[in-house]
């Protein structure tokens, strides 16, 4: 007999089948954490992981200030750059020189050489 799906996995297929219907067009809202959770009668971690895996299902996408909203269906993410490419390349750009001198390595103390051997680090 075969184990029923778990419960976030349930709501996060009807989210999906909202999304896939067009009832929740591209850059609208999908319910919070919070509605989720009331809505659903389940835990916030149970609601969380319902936006987690519709995240990673590319159906979703989180905007700073606004929530968790429908992706584009053919919007692509945005590309991280990449280390190996030259820093001119690069989306930002390189912080500035500092106006402080680099400092140099300090003289050794000249109680060093009097101290013992396990004190040193050596």
Request: proline share 14%; glycine share 4%.
């Amino acid at each position: 007999m075969a184990m029923p799906d778990p419960r976030y996995q349930l709501i996060a297929d009807e989210i999906r089948g909202r999304i896939e219907s067009g009832a929740l067009a591209p850059g609208e809202r999908v319910p919070s954490t919070r509605q989720i959770a009331r809505d659903w009668q389940v835990a916030m971690a149970t609601a969380t992981k319902v936006l987690t895996t519709l995240r990673q299902q590319d159906l979703v996408e989180a905007r700073p200030g606004i929530g968790t909203v429908v992706r584009a269906l053919h919007a692509k993410k945005p590309r991280k750059a990449d280390p190996t490419a030259p820093h001119s390349a690069r989306t930002r750009s390189s912080p500035p020189p500092s106006r402080w001198p680099t400092p140099r390595a300090s003289p050794p103390c000249p109680c060093a050489a009097s101290r013992p051997r396990w004190m040193s680090g050596r």
